[in-house]
Nanobody
Framework: QVQLVESGGGSVQAGGSLRLSCAAS????????MGWFRQAPGKEREFVAA????????SSSESVKGRFTIARDNAKNSVYLQMNSLKPEDTAVYYC????????????WGQGTQVTVFS
C-alpha cells in the first residue's frame, strides 16, 4: 500500500504561482513513479506530469510545459508540482498518484487539492 496526501492548493490570480506537495508513505517508493493529474468540472481527469523516484525522470503534458515543474525529495518522501504563470484554465482538482515504475496504471491516489485561478 502507498498512502498519498496532497497539500498546497488554493486560489490565485492569473499569472501567479502555487506549489503543490504530495507526501507519500508505505511501500518501497523507489519502485514507483509518481504523477500529478487534474480534473476540472465537467471534464475528464487528465495527466499533468510524472517523475520516477529512483532516477528522477520526468514527463509532462504539452499544456503545462514551460510553466509547471515536477520534482521529488527522496529524503522527505515528497513530490512537488511547482506551477507558474497560472491560467484560469488550470483551475481543477489536482491529484497525486503512484504507479509501479514498470507498469502503466496508477493504482494509488490522493484525495485531491483544489486549485482555482481567477482572472
Amino acid at each position: 500500500q502507498v498512502q498519498l496526501v496532497e497539500s498546497g492548493g488554493g486560489s490565485v490570480q492569473a499569472g501567479g504561482s502555487l506549489r503543490l506537495s504530495c507526501a507519500a508513505s508505505g511501500r518501497t517508493l523507489s519502485s514507483y513513479a509518481m504523477g500529478w493529474f487534474r480534473q476540472a468540472p465537467g471534464k475528464e481527469r487528465e495527466f499533468v506530469a510524472a517523475i520516477t523516484w529512483l532516477r528522477g525522470i520526468t514527463s509532462s503534458s504539452e499544456s503545462v510545459k514551460g510553466r509547471f515543474t515536477i520534482a521529488r525529495d527522496n529524503a522527505k518522501n515528497s513530490v512537488y508540482l511547482q506551477m507558474n504563470s497560472l491560467k484560469p484554465e488550470d483551475t481543477a482538482v489536482y491529484y497525486c498518484a503512484a504507479r509501479p515504475v514498470l507498469g502503466t496504471e496508477y493504482t494509488y491516489w490522493g484525495q485531491g487539492t483544489q486549485v482555482t485561478v481567477f482572472s
